[in-house]
C-alpha cells in the first residue's frame, strides 16, 4: 500500500464538518468515539470551523492513554494505527481554504490550524479546491449580487508555498483535493518540483466511480481518496434533490443482502478493494461502529463488477456556484 509520510493510509472517517444541524459539540464527541472505535484519520479543514473542538477531543484521548500523538494521522486540507493486515485507518488531513491560495498566506492558514489544534504539526495539508478565491476575514466572499469574488492565483506557486511548510517541519505530506488529471499535471510537471502530491481527495462512489483519474493516479503513485463515498447526505443547498440516491440502489441492495451488510459497507468496501482511501462521515457511535466493520469481509470479483457497472459519472457536489473559474474543476477528468 501507498504511504505518505511514511504512513500507510487505507480508511478514515470524517467528523470535523459541521452544520447548522450538527453542533460543534457533536464533532468534539464523535471525534472521541471514532478513537476509542479505532479510526486514527479524521478529516479537518479551516473552514469547517471545528478545530478546537476537535483538537480537544485528540488531546484527551492522548492524555488518558488511548492512543499517542504518533498513532494519528491529521490531514487538514489546504492516522493511522495499524491493527491487523488491512485495517489501517488514518486520522485527519488539513485543508487549505480558497481564500489563502496565494503563496503568501498559505503558512498563516496552517499556522492558525495548528494553533486550535494545539499541534506542533499535520500529517497531510491539502488544497481543498483548485478554485481561488479573494483573499480576506470572508471564507465565501460575496459580490453585490451574491456570487462569489474570484481571485486567479497560480498553483504553482501555492504549490511551492505548500512545500515550504514541509520543509519547515510544520506538516508531513502534501497533498490535493478536487484535482482533475491537467492540474495534477500542472504540479508534477513544475520545474523545480521538490515533492509531489502525495494524495488527492475526490468525489467517487459507484455512480462516479472515477475509473480514469484512479488509474493515471496509481500510475504516477499518487493515493485515491474518495469522499462522498455513500452518495451525499442530500444538503439541499449543495444537492440536487432530482438525483438518485445510492444507498437505495436495488444493485446495491441485492449485494448488501447477499453478504449480510448493509449498502453503506458494501459501497464502503468496493472503494478499498480497488485500492482507495475511504473517507466517510458520521456522528453516531452505532454508525462509527458498524462503519469499522468495513474490513470484517471481501466483495467477489463478480460483485465488484457489478458495481462496477454502476457508473452513471453522476456527481452530487457540482459546486455550480464556481463553475466561471478558469481553474473550474469538473470540466474534465
Given at each position: 500500500?501507498?504511504?505518505?509520510?511514511g504512513?500507510?493510509?487505507?480508511?478514515?472517517?470524517?467528523?470535523?464538518?459541521?452544520?447548522?444541524?450538527?453542533?460543534?459539540?457533536?464533532?468534539?464527541?464523535?471525534?472521541k468515539?471514532?478513537?476509542?472505535?479505532?479510526?486514527?484519520?479524521?478529516?479537518?479543514?479551516?473552514?469547517?470551523?471545528?478545530?478546537?473542538?476537535?483538537?480537544?477531543?485528540?488531546?484527551?484521548?492522548?492524555?488518558d492513554?488511548?492512543?499517542?500523538?504518533?498513532?494519528?494521522?491529521?490531514?487538514?486540507?489546504?492516522e493511522?494505527?495499524?491493527?491487523?493486515?488491512?485495517?489501517?485507518?488514518?486520522?485527519?488531513?488539513?485543508?487549505?481554504?480558497?481564500?489563502?491560495?496565494?503563496?503568501?498566506?498559505v503558512?498563516?492558514?496552517?499556522?492558525?490550524?495548528?494553533?486550535?489544534l494545539?499541534?506542533?504539526?499535520?500529517?497531510?495539508?491539502?488544497?481543498?479546491?483548485p478554485?481561488?478565491?479573494?483573499?480576506?476575514p470572508d471564507?465565501?466572499?460575496?459580490?453585490?449580487?451574491?456570487k462569489?469574488?474570484?481571485?486567479?492565483?497560480?498553483?504553482?506557486?501555492?504549490?511551492?508555498?505548500?512545500e515550504?511548510?514541509?520543509?519547515?517541519g510544520?506538516?508531513?505530506?502534501i497533498?490535493?483535493?478536487?484535482?482533475n488529471?491537467r492540474?495534477?499535471e500542472?504540479?508534477l510537471?513544475?520545474?523545480?518540483?521538490?515533492?509531489?502530491?502525495?494524495?488527492?481527495?475526490?468525489?467517487?462512489?459507484?455512480?462516479?466511480?472515477?475509473?480514469?483519474l484512479?488509474?493515471?493516479?496509481k500510475?504516477?503513485?499518487?493515493?485515491?481518496?474518495?469522499?462522498?463515498?455513500?452518495?451525499?447526505?442530500?444538503d439541499?443547498m449543495?444537492?440536487?434533490?432530482?438525483?438518485?440516491?445510492l444507498?437505495?440502489?436495488?444493485?446495491?441492495?441485492?449485494?448488501?443482502?447477499?453478504?449480510?451488510r448493509?449498502?453503506a459497507?458494501?459501497?464502503l468496501?468496493?472503494?478499498?478493494?480497488?485500492?482507495?482511501?475511504?473517507?466517510?462521515?458520521?456522528f453516531?457511535?452505532?454508525?462509527?461502529?458498524?462503519?469499522?466493520?468495513?474490513?470484517?469481509?471481501?466483495?467477489?470479483?463478480?460483485?465488484m463488477?457489478?458495481?462496477?457497472g454502476?457508473?452513471?459519472?453522476l456527481?452530487?457536489?457540482?459546486?455550480?456556484?464556481?463553475?466561471?473559474?478558469?481553474?473550474?474543476?469538473?470540466?474534465?477528468?
Open positions: 500500500m501507498p504511504r505518505a509520510g504512513k500507510r493510509l487505507k480508511c478514515h472517517t470524517q467528523l470535523t464538518r459541521s452544520s447548522q444541524e450538527v453542533q460543534k459539540s457533536k464533532c468534539e464527541e464523535a471525534t468515539v471514532a478513537i476509542e472505535v479505532g479510526f486514527r484519520h479524521i478529516d479537518g479543514a479551516f473552514v469547517y470551523g471545528t478545530e478546537e473542538e476537535v483538537g480537544r477531543a485528540i488531546h484527551e484521548k492522548i492524555a492513554g488511548t492512543v499517542k500523538r504518533e498513532d494519528i494521522f491529521y490531514t487538514g486540507k489546504k493511522e494505527i495499524r491493527t491487523s493486515s488491512e485495517r489501517t485507518v488514518v486520522f485527519g488531513s488539513l485543508q487549505l481554504g480558497s481564500t489563502f491560495h496565494r503563496p503568501e498566506l503558512r498563516s492558514c496552517l499556522e492558525q490550524s495548528l494553533k486550535k494545539k499541534f506542533d504539526y499535520v500529517d497531510l495539508f491539502i488544497i481543498h479546491i478554485v481561488s478565491l479573494k483573499p480576506g471564507l465565501s466572499p460575496m459580490d453585490e449580487n451574491g462569489l469574488i474570484f481571485d486567479i492565483v497560480d498553483l504553482r506557486q501555492t504549490w511551492e508555498a505548500m515550504a511548510c514541509k520543509d519547515a510544520l506538516v508531513k505530506s497533498g490535493v483535493s478536487n484535482f488529471r492540474q495534477l500542472m504540479i510537471n513544475k520545474p523545480g518540483l521538490k515533492y509531489k502530491p502525495v494524495l488527492n481527495q475526490v468525489e467517487c462512489h459507484p455512480y462516479l466511480n472515477q475509473s480514469k484512479l488509474a493515471f493516479c500510475s504516477k503513485d499518487i493515493l485515491f481518496e474518495a469522499y462522498c463515498a455513500l452518495g451525499s447526505q442530500r439541499k449543495w444537492i440536487d434533490q432530482s438525483t438518485p440516491v444507498l437505495e440502489d436495488p444493485v446495491l441492495g441485492a449485494i448488501a443482502k447477499k453478504y449480510n448493509s449498502p459497507l458494501v459501497a468496501r468496493y472503494q478499498l478493494q480497488r485500492g482507495i482511501v475511504v473517507l466517510f462521515k458520521s453516531t457511535r452505532k454508525r462509527i461502529e458498524e462503519n469499522f466493520q468495513v474490513f470484517n469481509f471481501q466483495l467477489s470479483e463478480e460483485d463488477k457489478t458495481i462496477d454502476l457508473n452513471k459519472n456527481r452530487y457536489l457540482n459546486l455550480i456556484q464556481l463553475v466561471d473559474h478558469p481553474q473550474f474543476p469538473f470540466k474534465d477528468e
